[in-house]
């Protein structure tokens, strides 16, 4: 079966320090990936989506940058954090190619930054 | 682009049938999705409709119109483990990304 594993599950950070969440899914190949980041109560703001090793879209102009080094990894990266990128970062990955095909979520890494 | 409007919050007493309701407006629509978050979880799938109509699972129940651009999640014989928040969500063209409402925070009460 698929799974999907994200860490770390907290992360508290100052601001002006650099940024590196994994994501790795196992159990299926050449997955869609996405990364998402949810405001405490909102909804979820898709940020990159992958679908294949090199291939990333930004959906939002921000401070944050994303790499799928190998098929089934996904990393967010930042190199200086700032106060507004606190929240709940949560690494989703669907069936690979277009269609319609549900997203399957990690357990998120919440991100304070102080 | 693309936007889905849902009510943010409905509360309900145990044992009841709640609706909840999703309007979308988006430039190319390829069905509706439903997701389950509990307070500090991930979200979890539960739900697609591509075709107008009703699709059970259980006590859960999704219906769209796409001449109405609207939807919903019909969840019966509320538990108090129903509580969380519900995400309509669509699709953003044939890429699977996907655009998710602000989310309903549905409080099951005894």
């Known amino acids: 079966s698929q799974t999907i594993h994200q860490w770390p599950a907290t992360l508290v950070q100052p601001v002006g320090s650099p940024l590196s969440l994994e994501c790795t899914v196992e159990?299926?190949?050449?997955?869609?990936l996405y990364w998402y980041r949810q405001a405490a109560g909102r909804g979820l703001q898709l940020l990159f989506y992958?679908?294949?090793?090199?291939?990333i879209s930004s959906e939002v102009p921000q401070n944050l940058s994303a790499s799928r080094p190998q098929d089934r990894q996904f990393i967010l990266s930042s190199k200086k954090l700032l106060l507004s990128d606190s929240g709940f970062y949560l690494c989703?990955?669907?069936?690979?190619?277009?269609?319609?095909?549900?997203?399957?979520f990690g357990d998120g890494t919440r991100l304070s930054i102080l | 682009g693309q936007s889905l409007e849902q009510p943010s919050e409905v509360t309900a007493v145990e044992g009841a049938i709640v609706q909840i309701n999703c309007t979308y407006q988006t430039s190319g629509f390829y069905g509706l999705s439903w997701y389950q978050q509990h307070d500090g979880g991930a979200p979890t799938f539960l739900s697609y409709n591509a075709l107008d109509g009703l699709e059970e699972t259980g006590r859960f129940s999704s219906f769209l119109s796409r001449s109405d651009s609207y939807g919903y999640l019909l969840l019966q014989e509320l538990q108090m483990k129903d509580s969380a928040s519900y995400f309509c969500?669509?699709?953003?063209?044939?890429?699977?990304?996907?655009?998710f409402g602000q989310g309903t925070t549905l409080q099951v009460k005894p």
């Open positions: 992958s679908v294949g090793i090199g291939q």
């Open positions: 159990g299926t190949s050449n997955p869609n």
């Open positions: 969500a669509s699709f953003s063209g044939n890429t699977g990304k996907l655009i």
């Open positions: 989703a990955w669907s069936g690979g190619g277009g269609g319609s095909q549900p997203q399957h």
